[in-house]
């Protein structure tokens, strides 16, 4: 996969590549619809656009589900919200607070930040979440 900044992808699209690695297997629009609570013509116009950036697999009628580069930059997603939910538990959050606020604004927050915080945090190996991937992380761990 080419270099991950962190701020390919909206927030909705974030969402749609997490949700989908938490599936793990290939899932009809319409549940995605249903989970998000969002029309059915929006996702499907959302996963081609995530399609032709090669995040997904989609087959009409049949479903979608990620594609390798999708994983790994799901992957990446999902330890940039466990670093940050982390991160605002130990500054006095709540752990279902922390989460939400993650949520709120992870899509602005770039990979090079989020190595730096993982790094001064000491590379922790369980988050507010769960398990802390350390695949991505270019300092160390």
Known sequence: M???TGLELSPRKIDYLKYLYQKD?????NEISEHFNVDPSTITKT???LSNSGYV???PYRGVKLTKMGKEYAT???HRHRI????LKQHGLESEDACREASRFEGYVS??????ICSSMGHPRMGVCGKIDHAYCDFGQ
């Open 2 to 4: 080419e270099k991950i």
């Open 25 to 29: 297997a290939r899932i009809r629009t």
């Open 47 to 49: 996963i081609t656009e």
């Open 57 to 59: 697999d989609h087959i």
């Open 76 to 78: 990446f997603l999902i």
């Open 84 to 87: 940050l939910s982390l991160m």
């Open 111 to 116: 990979k090079k930040a989020i190595d730096r």
